[in-house]
């Protein structure tokens, strides 16, 4: 079921933030700097990855539907499915939250599994998954369909957590940002669970692997090898994710003091990741149907 409340409006375009809502670590929607920061950002990547004129676009996990109506709104030709239907209710109350903009596209929104849809091979030009493919259950079905739906030369654009990749370092990086944002008062829960700061860490990289472990995510080898297997790569690059997760816990800051630290927290974490000083979980790909 979907966290959102009914009056819950996902628009990059006219955004707001919800810092009351409790929707986990992961939430993109707290504030207007983090919806910029990361949703208005993987919109931007995807606009930069999209060929013109308008295309025919599917995503796969659309979600609430954030990045399939801002595409509509640059003229593309949009599906967004998803298996849950209250958060496809979301995405229609978003569409419907303002009128459409001139040259808007088209924009539907289907909850079905893609494997089971019903529609013609070969009428699709770029395929989505924002955040959605490591959820897929039965990766080679779905990249079959994928493949099949794309025209001949059409793209797969993927923005997907490798929480397998979450090491020693990246827990350390992780567990330094929290306890320090707890002991400044700045923070809700702090990450120093057990007497010392190694065991803490431990702790944290433990019960990190052991929830995502429980829940069945595909991991970075097998989601890596499904679109390897779908496309040949064109664009791959690691980037921030964690800044989300770190940012949804801070507290008791002013609307500057916040803009300030996740901006600090997004450019650390790409700095670090660019060094090779801790293990990007967020990464991007985009490919072309192979033939």
Known sequence: MSDHPPHFIADVRHPRGYPDLDAGQWFQWRS???IELSALDTY????????QPAQTILEVGCGNGYLTLELARDGHAVTGIDLLADIIEVAEGSKAAHPDTPGFGSLRYLCTDVNTWQTPDANVDCVIFNRSLHHISDLPQTMAKVKRLLKPGGRI???DYAYDQFDEQTACW???MQRLLFL???????PATLPDEAASIGAMRTAWLTRSSEHHLNQYEEMMSALHGTCHEHYFAWVPYLFVYIGNGIRRVSAEQERELFTFLKRME?????HDAIQAVGFRFVGS???
């Open 32 to 34: 207007i700097p983090m």
């Open 44 to 51: 931007q990547f995807v606009k930069s990855m999209l060929p």
């Open 157 to 159: 654009i993927c923005q």
């Open 174 to 176: 992780l567990y330094q």
């Open 184 to 190: 400044s008062g700045h923070y809700d829960t702090d």
């Open 270 to 274: 790409q700095y670090l990741i660019d």
């Open 289 to 291: 149907a192979k033939t």
